[in-house]
């Protein structure tokens, strides 16, 4: 599974459903104009961006080099670091708030990874995530028509934080107080059925690795799945993710 992609493919793959999402999650979250935020597996800068156009004081990092330098070249003001979530390279209560948008599932160790969040929060901040649902969210579409001629395949529901529930059991096991979670869902409008397909051939994430393992033939069904499912277009795709947030 791979996200060292570029930022382009990154945006036109899961970019049109983060930008929305962001707005959607952070005032969940609570961001307000003056707040120091640290944005944990930033992406291109979905979050960042929204938690800047309110006000805060955003730091951002992330493993992969290309989102890393997109950051830098997009908001060269914003402090921005390689590394992971279970390895913070702060100090110790050096923000108001950290948050991490469609991170937590991909984190090698959840727990630590929040855990390391909540150490970087000053006592009273806030720690919050938020991840899609497994069977509603964005990438419901997709793999519902990989199912169909896979049954088996392994989508993304079993990832942590999926399903109800599993982000307060990671929040709690991380020692954070007063955890609220609930659904937030987005609405996003695809023109065409080929604007919503050909991003997942660009090998981003899982769904991107599923498709690149598949032959010529194998890829072509798929896709032929999919848009009997979905139609030509326009359509809309409703995405679910719970969101979780407690305090340090």
């Known amino acids: 599974m791979s996200f060292v992609v570029s930022p382009d493919a990154y945006g036109r793959y899961m970019g049109r459903y983060a930008e929305p999402l962001a707005a959607v999650f952070g005032k969940f979250a609570g961001i307000s104009a003056g707040a120091k935020v640290l944005d944990v597996g930033c992406g291109p800068g979905a979050l960042t961006a929204y938690a800047r156009a309110v006000g805060a004081e955003v730091s951002a990092i992330d493993p992969s080099p290309p989102f890393v330098g997109a950051i830098r070249e997009r908001f060269p003001d914003v402090d921005v670091r390689s590394g992971t979530a279970e390895e913070l390279p702060y100090d110790a209560g050096a923000f108001d708030a950290a948050l991490a948008q469609l991170v937590v599932h991909f984190m090698s160790d959840p727990v630590a990874g929040i855990r390391q969040m909540a150490r970087v929060v000053r006592p009273g901040g806030v720690v919050a995530a938020c991840v899609w649902d497994g069977p509603t969210g964005a990438l419901a579409p997709f793999w519902d028509a990989v199912h169909v001629i896979d049954p088996d395949a392994q989508d993304e529901v079993l990832l942590s934080g999926a399903h109800r529930g599993h982000l307060t059991e990671i929040f709690d096991a991380a020692g954070l107080r007063d955890v609220a979670e609930d659904a937030i869902a987005i609405d996003v409008l695809h023109p065409s059925f080929a604007e919503w397909w050909e991003p997942y051939t660009f090998g981003v994430g899982p769904a991107g690795d599923y498709v690149q393992r598949l032959?010529?033939?194998?890829?072509?069904?798929?896709?032929?799945?999919?848009?009997?499912?979905?139609?030509?277009?326009?359509?809309?795709?409703?995405?679910?993710?719970?969101?979780a947030r407690g305090t340090v």
């Open 215 to 243: 032959d010529e033939a194998g890829r072509g069904r798929l896709e032929a799945v999919a848009r009997e499912r979905l139609g030509d277009g326009p359509f809309t795709v409703t995405a679910t993710a719970w969101a």
